[in-house]
């Protein structure tokens, strides 16, 4: 039988990020500042970022190239992607640190990349047709004192106009869930999203190392995470089974949103500015 995953918390000490107390001062930015990246000290700054949630928030252990900086989350992809940043203006001053990222693959420079960092987890050859006018999103994160909805709610609008300026209409990508309690957690929420949110059979996707969802209990009463709640609200459906990544600790579940799915109040809020 194949092994499981270890658990590294009980479940009852899981909380969803977005739970966690902000650290946010009377002081706190008025507003937040959302571009794309410039240069290489602005992709560097989300690297950072990256690193500090996924590494020392989630006890991710990254493989990084040869002679990358320390500190930072870097793969082969982050060459080849548009990486969008959000800043907060604090005290009416210049931009400050990068408090949250999206970093977004177009259909070309996934050619040029030799394919889709979800293609790793999962076989998406179902997903061919739409390849000319999809995009992958990927390795969003917000810093912790900024999860309240604001700065995740900037980076969705800049990238709804980047997907109509371009004329693309599909994003897909890898929405993970913390394993820290072995899976159980994942497990359930597999079980009950599939039954509400499941792609239609001719898109669905199979991962490449699946999570064991059959060894693990499906009987919890789970609420999705903040982000994979507002991606479904927001009109997404669940690809599939989900992979295991035992590198980030995380069970991905594969997404896929499509531009004609949005519904008509967040149609409004995102494209009709």
Known sequence: MRDLPLPTLPYTDLRPTGARRSLLTPSAPARLDVAW??????????????????VNEMGARLSTPRGAPAGHDIDVFDPYCEHLLVRAVIDGEQPGPVIGTYRVLTPAAAIRAGGLYSETEFDLTRLRSLRSRMVELGRSCVHPDYRSGGAIMALWGALAEFMLRNELDTMIGCASVSMCDGGHFAASLWHQLQKTHLAAIEWQVRPRLPLPVDELRTDLAVEAPPLIKGYLRCGARILGRPAWDPDFNTADLPMMMRIS???????KHFLEK
């Open 37 to 54: 990246a410039r240069t290489e000290d602005d992709v560097r700054q989300a690297q950072r970022l990256r690193y500090d949630v996924f």
């Open 261 to 267: 799915d949005l519904p008509a109040r967040y149609r």
